[in-house]
C-alpha cells in the first residue's frame, strides 16, 4: 500500500524553528517530484515547496530563505526546515507526490 | 506572482452535469500549465481526482472528466452525486516549477 505519514507538528512560538518529517511505505520518495502543500484553518491550498528527483530544490515566495525541503534516500523520507516560524505559518502540513499520493498532514501553530 | 481563479460556489441538483472551471492571470491555461484538479472534504486531506489535464488515477469516479475549455482548464462532472460534495482545487504550474492553486470551489449537491 502506497502511503506517506507526516509527523513532527505542534504548538511553536514566533521565530522558532520546527522540522517536519513525511516517511513514505510502497512509494520511492527520491524517484519522485514530493511536495509540501499547507492549508491554513479555514483556508484553501497553498503550495510551499518542491523537490525534483534529480534534487532541485523550489519554495513559494513567502517561504523562501526560511524554509528547506530535504530528503534521506536511505530512509525514504521527505523533510521541511522550518526557521523563523511566524503566525501566518500556522496551517496543516502535507506532503504529496501531487500527481497520486498525499499524507494526512500535521499540524503546525505558531503561537506565544 | 499568476493569480489561478475558480468559482467560490456552486450548487446543483443531483445526476446534473457541472462544469468547474479554472483560470489563469496570465492569460489561456494550456497542457503546458500541466493542470490538476483535486477534492477535499470536511475533516479530509486532499486526493488528486486529474493531473495533466486529463489523467485519471485508479481512485478517480468516470464520472470526472479534465479538459480545456475556452482557455481555461475545466473539470466536468457527469451527474453529480451526494457523495460528491465537497472542496476542489485546481493547480496549474508555471515557469521557474513554482505551481499556484485556485481558491477552491464549494460544491453543493441538494
Known amino acids: 500500500e502506497v502511503q506517506l505519514v507526516e509527523s513532527g507538528g505542534g504548538l511553536i512560538q514566533p521565530g522558532g524553528s520546527l522540522r517536519l518529517s513525511c516517511a513514505a511505505s510502497?512509494?520511492?520518495?527520491?524517484?519522485?517530484?514530493m511536495s509540501w502543500v499547507r492549508q491554513a484553518p479555514g483556508k484553501g491550498l497553498e503550495w510551499v515547496s518542491v523537490i525534483h528527483s534529480g534534487g532541485s530544490t523550489y519554495y513559494a515566495d513567502s517561504v523562501k530563505g526560511r524554509f528547506t525541503i530535504s530528503r534521506d534516500n536511505s530512509k525514504n523520507t521527505l523533510y521541511l526546515q522550518m526557521n523563523n516560524l511566524r503566525a501566518e505559518d500556522t496551517a496543516v502540513y502535507y506532503c504529496?507526490?501531487?500527481?497520486?499520493?498525499w499524507g494526512q498532514g500535521t499540524l503546525v501553530t505558531v503561537s506565544s | 506572482q499568476a493569480v489561478v481563479t475558480q468559482e467560490p460556489s456552486l450548487t446543483v441538483s443531483p445526476g446534473v452535469t457541472v462544469t468547474l472551471t479554472c483560470g489563469s492571470s496570465?492569460?489561456?491555461?494550456?497542457?503546458?500549465?500541466?493542470p490538476y484538479w483535486f477534492q477535499q472534504k470536511p475533516g479530509q486531506a486532499p486526493r488528486t481526482l486529474i493531473y495533466?489535464?486529463?489523467n485519471k488515477n485508479s481512485w478517480t469516479p468516470a464520472r470526472f472528466s479534465g479538459s480545456l475549455l475556452g482557455g481555461k482548464a475545466a473539470l466536468t462532472l457527469s451527474g453529480a452525486q451526494p457523495e460528491d460534495e465537497a472542496d476542489y482545487y485546481c493547480l496549474l504550474s508555471y515557469s521557474g516549477a513554482r505551481p499556484v492553486f485556485g481558491g477552491g470551489t464549494k460544491l453543493t449537491v441538494l
Open positions: 495533466d489535464t486529463s
Open positions: 504529496a507526490s501531487l500527481h497520486s499520493t
Open positions: 510502497g512509494f520511492t520518495v527520491s524517484s519522485n517530484y
Open positions: 496570465t492569460g489561456a491555461v494550456t497542457s503546458g500549465h500541466y
